[in-house]
């Protein structure tokens, strides 16, 4: 079992920054790929951004260039330092990672851009 805990949301006005981090424990073995998901009111949950245990990351096009994913193995941790945020990125973001093919998630974190 993983358990995903995930902080650092909030409340923030267009153009302003934001750092997610998402802290892993449990069954640390062979975690692989790690994310952030955004689910938004009323849409689907989307990939904004992944990074493999070798440190491949790969974005949304919506948020390449604003976005930056990274992971400190030693410490668990994979963080998602958001800039120029948008109104469009407000939703509840989610920590994701796949250990032997299962899939955990965390309990979500809220980010709200104002305009």
């Known amino acids: 079992q993983v358990q995903l805990v995930e902080s650092g949301g909030g409340l923030v006005q267009a153009g302003g920054s934001l750092r997610l981090s998402c802290a892993a424990s449990g069954s640390m073995f062979r975690i692989n790929d790690m994310a952030w998901y955004r689910q938004a009111p009323r849409k689907q949950r989307e990939l904004v951004a992944g990074?493999?245990?070798?440190?491949?990351?790969n974005y949304a096009d919506s948020v390449k260039g604003r976005f930056t994913i990274s992971r400190d193995n030693f410490k668990n941790t994979v963080y998602l330092q958001m800039n120029s945020l948008k109104p469009e990125d407000t939703a509840v973001y989610y920590c994701?990672?796949?250990?032997?093919?299962?899939?955990?998630w965390g309990q979500g974190t809220q980010v709200t851009v104002s305009s």
């Open positions: 994701n990672a796949v250990r032997y093919g299962l899939s955990y």
């Open positions: 990074i493999t245990s070798g440190g491949s990351t």
